[in-house]
C-alpha cells in the first residue's frame, strides 16, 4: 500500500499516482522558482493555480483530437493471422491523414497554456508581463523537447 503523503517514501507514493500531477507539480516549481529569480512575490499556491490553467486547454484540444481522430481515420480491419510488422503499417497507413491535425492541436494547446501562464504568472507572482512570458516560453519549450525524447 503506498504511503498517504509523499513526504516519508515519495518513490512510492509518486509510483502509485497519477504521473501527470508530479509532471504538473514540477513545471509548478520550476515557474515558481524562475520567477522567484527575477524578484516574483506571492504563494506556490497561486503558481500552482496558474500551472493548473496552463494545462486546462487540453481539456478543450482532446476532445477535438478524439473527434478528429475518428473522422480522419481509415478503418482497419485486422485478422488474427497478420504479423505484428503489417499491423504496425497499416495502422501507420491510416493514422498519417490525422497525425498534422494532431500536431496543429498539441501547438495551439501549448500557445495557448503559455499565454495562460503569461498573464497568470503576471497577476500572481507580480512580475512584468515580458519576463513571465520568456519565462513560459522557455518552460514550454522544455515542455516539448521532453515530450519529443
Known amino acids: 500500500m503506498a504511503p498517504r ?16 500531477l508530479a509532471r504538473g507539480l514540477v513545471v509548478a516549481a520550476v515557474l515558481h522558482l524562475a520567477t522567484a529569480a527575477v524578484g516574483g512575490e506571492g504563494s506556490f499556491g497561486a503558481t500552482a493555480t496558474v500551472t493548473a490553467w496552463g494545462f486546462a486547454p487540453t481539456l478543450v484540444t482532446t476532445p477535438l483530437g478524439i473527434v478528429a481522430l475518428w473522422l480522419l481515420m481509415d478503418p482497419v480491419t485486422v485478422a488474427t493471422d497478420v504479423e505484428p510488422d503489417i499491423l504496425q503499417q497499416l495502422l501507420s497507413e491510416s493514422l498519417s491523414p490525422w ?3 494532431a500536431a496543429g492541436l498539441n501547438i495551439g494547446s501549448l500557445l495557448w497554456g503559455a499565454v495562460i501562464w503569461t498573464f497568470g504568472l503576471a497577476a500572481g507572482r507580480d512580475v512584468s508581463r515580458s519576463q513571465s512570458g ?7 519549450a522544455i ?7
Open 5 to 20: 503523503t509523499p513526504l516519508g517514501r515519495p518513490n512510492r507514493y509518486f509510483d502509485d499516482r497519477d504521473p501527470d
Open 99 to 101: 497525425l498534422p491535425f
Open 134 to 140: 520568456a519565462i513560459a516560453v522557455v518552460v514550454t
Open 143 to 149: 515542455l516539448v523537447l521532453v515530450a519529443a525524447a
